[in-house]
C-alpha cells in the first residue's frame, strides 16, 4: 500500500516527507523530483518567496546508486530563508527569541478554526504548517509517483482554462500536445491567446491590492481499465482522487469529466458509446470520453480528466476586516506573504498529486515488489483483457 | 474511530452494513434509520423499483432496548424482490439456474471496466454491486451519525438546485427553512415555483427515453471550529467531505461554499471577514460564508455548504452504442431498470453521507465512548474558545 | 486490501461479518465455511451451549452460484437461542423487559473496564459483546481466507501441546499428519497417549468448580518467501499474525517458532542455515525451522510454526470475589456460563485467524482481483525465484 | 489518530521518522529523546559501532521553542559514519564505486526473504533497512509519546530478567523502583547479584563466536481503565500492543501478564479478584494482576506488564551455513556486525515501543489536540469513574 506523511513548518529547518510502498528496481534521481519542484515555483503572479526559495530534494533514505530500494523514502526539501527565521522557529526555547504572538487570524487562513482547535494563542503555530509551501512535499511525493507511472507509460498533464475569470479557449489537441503549450507559457494555458489578457488581469488585481483565482484541468492518459474498484465506497478512484485534490491548499471545486455540466445535459448526450478496436491499448474503447475516463469509480481505460477551482490567495494587500484573538477588537487583517496568482503553479500540483492516487491506486491492483515483478503482472493484465 | 463497510447485491438477499466506532448511550430506533430511507425512496421521476421496495432497516446487533451499545451496529435491509431473483443470484448452485449471462456493458456504468478488471464473464456480477441500490446502505450508517449529531445540535439539511437544466432561484432563508420546503415537494426545490417546470422537463425526457440529472446542495448547521485537521493532508475535512460524496455513484462534481465561482472572483470579495459576536454559539464569527464553513480543511464554525452534480441515470430506454464483451459486436446497450431522475432522492443519500464524515471527525476531535462523555469534553471545548 | 468486521451480541438476533476484498473467482460453498463452524464448537470440556448452537452460515452477499464475486461478502450466523432472549436483548424498547441490570463484573472478563469505558450501568451491555462468541466470526471470515490459500497449495494445521499442566509429547511428523492426528481425538493432540490424562485433568477442574487453559501450536504449509515486509514496522508478518492471535479472546501469549527458547540458546543454535534444493517448492530452503518461517519480518518459504496460550475460561463456578458497580459491595462473581475448558477450540480458531493474516500478506503481495489472474501473478512469481 | 512511519538506511545519511497526530502544547526536548537514545546504546556485550554513533536526535518540524504544535513532528538522527559509507550508499550514481554486491544471506536476517521478494541481487539493499538500527527511529517516536504519558502519571519501565539462559530472580518491589535497579547496572536486571553471571555469559559467547538472546519485561504503571476495546478485534489493546513488540527485529514471542503460565494454572488462580480502594488512582482494584493490567482487550487501571523474548543477535563470528544467491554455492555467511548480546538494548527499545501504543490507545480514548483540553477530559473521566 502506497502511502506518505508531509512534515515541515513554512519557515522551519526543513519540509520532511517518507512516501511508503514504492517499489525497488526504479530508476530515481533528485532530478525527477527538482524538475517538479522548480514548475512548481514558476508562473506570472508569484512574489518574492519564490525568488528566495529554489527548492530542491535530498533523498535521506531509500534511493541508492539512482534507483529505489523498496524501503521508504524520505525526501528533504532545506527551507533557504531558514536562518532568518532561526530565532522565531527554534525548536528550543531560544534566549534571543522577543515573543511576538500573531493574534489577528486572517480571513480565507487556518488561522482562527486552527488556533481554537489546537488552543494556540499564537496564530503563528497555524499558519506555519498550513501554507501551501506543504505542497513542495506534496510534489516531491508525487514526482515519485509519476516516474513509476512513467515505467508503465502513464503520463500526467495539467493545463489552466482560467484566471481570475479570464478564460482559455478549448484547444482540440491530444493531452501531450496541451501539456506541451501549457509549458511554453507562464500562465500555463494552451491557448496561448489568452495569455496577455490573463497578464493584465493579474497585474490590475496586484494593483489593486488583490488576488485572483483560477481553474486548472489534470490529463492523465495511458490508465488502464481497472483501477480502483465499484465495490466499497472507499476504493472507489473518483472519491479518490476528490479527497487527494479537495485537500490540497484553496481548492473549493473538483469535477470528472462533463463535471457539473451533466446536470444541464439528458443522457444520451452525457454517457460514453462503448466500442472495440483492436489496435487500441486496451481493446475496448469509449468513443466520447464525457466521464473523464472513470466509470463506477473504476479508470475505464480512457483519458482521465479532473478539473479543479483554486481560490484566490487569502492574504491580500488590501486586508479583510477580522478580530483580534485575544482582544476581541476588530483590526484590518495582516499582510504574511504576497503572490497575487498561484494558479499555474497550482495546476503542477495538482499534476502530482493525481499521480501519487493514481500510483497508489496502480500497485493495488497489480501487487508485486520490484519493477520487474509489476512489469510482468501488468504485461499479463493486458494480455488478458485484449484477448478475451 | 468511525467506520464502515457495506456490503449486498441490488437483487441479492439482503444488504448489509457494519457501523463501528458509535459510542454508546445514544438513543437509536429503527425508525430514525427509515424514515431516511423512505426519504431516499420519494421523488418525481422513480421507476416501478421503488414501489416494490419498501426499505425497512432490521438491527442485528449494537442497539438494545433503543440505545446503543458502543458495540458494531450491524444493519440490514432485507430486498423484497429477492424471491424473485433467487435462482439467478442464489449463492449456492442451483440446478433451476439457466446461465444467461450478461456480456453487453451498458455505457455509464460499471459494467465494462469491472468486467475487465475482476475477469468476470457475466457482467450482472458487476452491476449488482454497482447499482445505486447500495446507497441504501450509506443512508443507513449516514442516519445513525445523523441521530449523533443531532445530540450535538449539528443539523444536516439538503435541497435541489437544479434538474436537466432546470434551475431553482435562490431563496434566502436559514437552512431548516429551505429544507421545510425542499421537503414540501417531490422534486426537493426551495423555489416552488420551479416545481412545475422539473415535473415536465423530467416527464419530456421520459417520453424520449432519457434521463436527466441535476445539481443538489448539503447544508450542515452547528458544527463547531475545528474539525478536520490542516496538518496532514488526509485529515483535512474537505478533502474527506469531496471523497465520500464523489464515491457515491453518478457523482461527477462537489464543490464547497463559492465553489467553482472562487474562480471569477477576486480575493476581496471571496474570503469572509471574522467578526465576535459573544450571542453567538461559538464566539468568532464570518460575517460572510462564502468559504463554506472550511478553511484550512477544518470546520470554521459557519454553516457547511456543498453543492454536488448528478449525472442522468446511466440506463436509457433510448439505449446507447456498445459490443458485447465476447463477440466484440455491436449492440444497443440493454436496460436494467427505469428511473427517469433521481436527483431528488440523492440530495437525501448526500445528507446522511456528509452526516457520516461529519461525526466521523466529530468522535476524532471529542473522543470519548459514551454521549455522557463525549457532551462533558464538547462542552469543555465550547467554554473554552468562548471563554478564551 | 483484505480487511473484515465483525458484529453481534453473543445473545442477540445474530453474527454477522463483512469481509472486503477477496477477489473473484473463488470456488466458495457455505460449508466450506460451516465444516469450521463446527470444528470450533467440539472438544472435551464443552458446556450447554455447545449444544444449543449448532453454527450454520448465510452467505448475504458476494457469492453467486458458489463463486465468489469480488464485492464485499457478508456472512450470518443466526443465534438459535435467540428466541429466548429476545426480550431481555431487544433492539427495541420491550414493555415485557424487566430491568435487571448485571452490576457484578466477573473477574477475568471485559465487564470492569468496558463498563467503566463505556459508561455501562449494566454490564450485560459488555459481556455480550466481549463473549467468545465473537470467534464464531471470526471463524467465518479465516474460513473464506483459507479457501483462498488452498488454491495456491497453503494450507493451516493446528493441534494442542498441552492443556491445564498436562503436555502432549512431540511428534515429529510433517504438519498435515500432525493435524490429522490431533483431529482424530477430542482434544487436538497429536500424542494421542496423553488423551486420558487431559480428560483426567478436565474433569477434576470441573468437578472443582475450576478451569483450564493450555497452549496450541498453527502451523501454515506451503507460505512462500516475502510475504510481509521488512521496510516498515506496522507491514512485518510476524507483528501482524501477533496482534491477531493476542486479539483472540482469554490468550496472554504468542511465540514463533523457537519463542521464548531463543532466550535460551546461544545464536548458534537458533539461527537456521540456508541451503538450495532444485527439487523443493522455492530453491531456497533452510535446514533447520527454528525461526518458524519468519524472517526480518517476512515468511522465508518455511513453515509457520506459532504458538498461542490460552487462559482457563474466566467464569468459575467456584466463584471469585468481585464487587458490585454500584454498591462497591463485595460479592462472589455470578456465573454467565459453563465450559470448563476451550483449548481445542481455540487451537480451531486460531487456525482460522491466522489464514486471515497470511491471505492478507498473499493478496498485498501477488495483487490481482481474480483468481485467475493471482494464480498468473504468483506462477510468475514461483518462476522468478526459482530460475534467479 | 496517532502514527508515525520511520525510514532509513543503516549506513545511509540519515535515520528520519515523521510522528503524526501528536497534541499540541506538550513541552517536548531533543533531550527527551536523546536521553532514551542513550539508554539505547548501553549494555554490556554491544561492539564497535555503538561507539561511533552516539545519536542525537534533531526536530526538523513540528515543535517550536520546546513546546509541540500539533502539527507532524519529523525526527532525524545523522548517521555519524555515513562518510565511510558514501560512496557505497550513495542515492545518486557515483562514479567511484565499485559494485561489490553481497551475494551471501545471512541465516536469521531478512537477507534471504527481502532478496527474493523485492528481487534484489545485492543483500545489500535489503540488510540495510532490515537493521536493527532502525530501532533507534522507534525510540525517538516512543520517546515523545512518553513524554505525553508523562504528563498523565503514566510511566514505561522495563529490566532484563534473563540472558543466554541465566535468570535473574523475581525481586518484589514498585515498577520504579524495579527501574532504577534496572538503570544500575549494564544488563538492566533487578536482580544484581546475577550480573556478574550474565557477564560471564555473555564474555563467554564472545570467546565462542556466539551470541546471546533473553527476555525482558516491560511495565507501565498509571494507565487508567478503558484503553483498547473489547468490541472489534483490532482495536484490542493487547493485540496492539503484542503487533508492535512482535514487529521488533530479533522478537520471537510476547506475552502478557502470567502469559504462558496460564495454561499451567487453574483458571481459580488466574483471574484477578475484584475490590473497591476509595483511596486508589481509579477506585476499583485488582488484589492480584495475572492479566498484566489487560482484560478483554483493554487496560484495567493495573500496570501493564508484558514480557519479551529476543532471540541472540543472527549474526556470528562463527558463521553459519548459507548459499550464495547467484552461484546456489554453499559459503560460511559474513559478519556485518559484532555485537553479542543487546538485550539490554532492547528492553529500551521495547519501553518507548509500548510508549507509542498506550499513548496511541489514550489519544483515541480521550480525544482533544491540546494538552488541556486532553487534561480536561482526562480528569473528567477519572472523575465520573470513581464517582458512580
Redesign the interface.
Known amino acids: 500500500?502506497l502511502?506518505?506523511?508531509?512534515?515541515?513548518?513554512s519557515h522551519?529547518?526543513?519540509?520532511?516527507?517518507?512516501l511508503?510502498g514504492m517499489?525497488?528496481?526504479l530508476a530515481l534521481?533528485?532530478d525527477d523530483i527538482n524538475v517538479q519542484l522548480a514548475r512548481r515555483q514558476l508562473g506570472y503572479g508569484r512574489g518574492r518567496r519564490m525568488e528566495i526559495e529554489s527548492d530542491r530534494v535530498?533523498?535521506?533514505?531509500?534511493?541508492?546508486?539512482?534507483v529505489t530500494?523498496?524501503?521508504?523514502?524520505?525526501l528533504?526539501i532545506t527551507n533557504l530563508d531558514w536562518r532568518q527565521w532561526e530565532v522565531r522557529?527554534?525548536?528550543?526555547?531560544?534566549p534571543d527569541?522577543k515573543p511576538n504572538p500573531v493574534t489577528k487570524?486572517r480571513?480565507?487562513?487556518?488561522?482562527?478554526?486552527?488556533a481554537?482547535?489546537?488552543?494556540?494563542r499564537d496564530v503563528r503555530?497555524?499558519l506555519?504548517?498550513?501554507s501551501a509551501r506543504e505542497t513542495a512535499s506534496?510534489v516531491c511525493v508525487g514526482a515519485v509517483a509519476r516516474r513509476l507511472l512513467a515505467e508503465f507509460d502513464i503520463h500526467v498533464y495539467s493545463h489552466v482554462l482560467?484566471?481570475?475569470?479570464v478564460h482559455a479557449r478549448r484547444v482540440n489537441l491530444p493531452p501531450a500536445q496541451l501539456h506541451e503549450l501549457a509549458e511554453s507559457n507562464d500562465v500555463r494555458c494552451t491557448d496561448t491567446g489568452v495569455v496577455d489578457a490573463i497578464h493584465q488581469a493579474i497585474d490590475a488585481?496586484k494593483a489593486?491590492?488583490?488576488?485572483?483565482?483560477?481553474?486548472f484541468e489534470v490529463l492523465v492518459t495511458g490508465v488502464p481499465?481497472?483501477l480502483g474498484?465499484?465495490?466499497?465506497?472507499?476504493r472507489?478512484l473518483?472519491?479518490?482522487?476528490?479527497?487527494?485534490?479537495?485537500?490540497?491548499?484553496a481548492?473549493?471545486?473538483?469535477?470528472?469529466?462533463?463535471?457539473?455540466?451533466?446536470?444541464?445535459?439528458?443522457?444520451?448526450q452525457?454517457?460514453?458509446?462503448?466500442?472495440?478496436d483492436a489496435a487500441s491499448a486496451?481493446g475496448?474503447i469509449?468513443?466520447s470520453n464525457n466521464?473523464?475516463g472513470i466509470?463506477?469509480?473504476?479508470?475505464?481505460?480512457e483519458t482521465i480528466v479532473i478539473r479543479v477551482?483554486?481560490?484566490?490567495?487569502?492574504t491580500?494587500y488590501?486586508p479583510?476586516?477580522?478580530?483580534d484573538?485575544e482582544t476581541?477588537q476588530?483590526f484590518a487583517a495582516s499582510i504574511e506573504r504576497s503572490d497575487t496568482c498561484a494558479v499555474p503553479a497550482a495546476s503542477v500540483i495538482g499534476e502530482n498529486i493525481v499521480a501519487f492516487t493514481i500510483a497508489q491506486a496502480f500497485?493495488?491492483?497489480?501487487?508485486?515488489?520490484?519493477i520487474?515483478?509489476i512489469r510482468?503482472?501488468y504485461i499479463?493484465?493486458l494480455t488478458?483483457?485484449r484477448e478475451?
Open positions: 500500500m502511502r506518505y506523511l508531509t512534515a515541515g513548518e522551519g529547518p526543513a519540509l520532511v516527507s517518507i511508503e517499489p525497488a528496481g534521481s533528485a535530498m533523498f535521506r533514505s531509500g534511493v541508492r546508486h539512482g530500494l523498496g524501503s521508504p523514502i524520505a528533504e522557529m527554534d525548536p528550543t526555547p531560544n527569541y487570524p480571513p480565507g487562513h487556518a488561522d482562527l478554526p486552527g481554537l482547535k489546537y488552543g494556540h503555530n497555524v506555519e504548517r498550513a506534496r482560467s484566471i481570475g475569470g488585481a489593486n491590492g488583490d488576488t485572483l483565482g483560477g481553474v481499465p481497472g474498484s465499484h465495490v466499497q465506497w472507499d472507489k473518483d472519491g479518490r482522487l476528490a479527497q487527494a485534490l479537495m485537500s490540497m491548499q481548492i473549493k471545486g473538483v469535477e470528472i469529466g462533463m463535471g457539473f455540466a451533466v446536470a444541464e445535459t439528458p443522457g444520451s452525457v454517457h460514453d458509446p462503448i466500442a472495440y486496451f475496448f469509449h468513443t466521464a473523464g466509470e463506477g469509480g473504476m479508470s475505464n481505460g477551482a483554486k481560490k484566490p490567495i487569502s491580500l488590501k479583510l476586516a477580522s478580530v484573538l476581541k476588530s500497485l493495488e491492483k497489480y501487487g508485486g515488489d520490484s520487474a515483478e510482468r503482472n499479463g493484465y488478458e483483457i478475451r
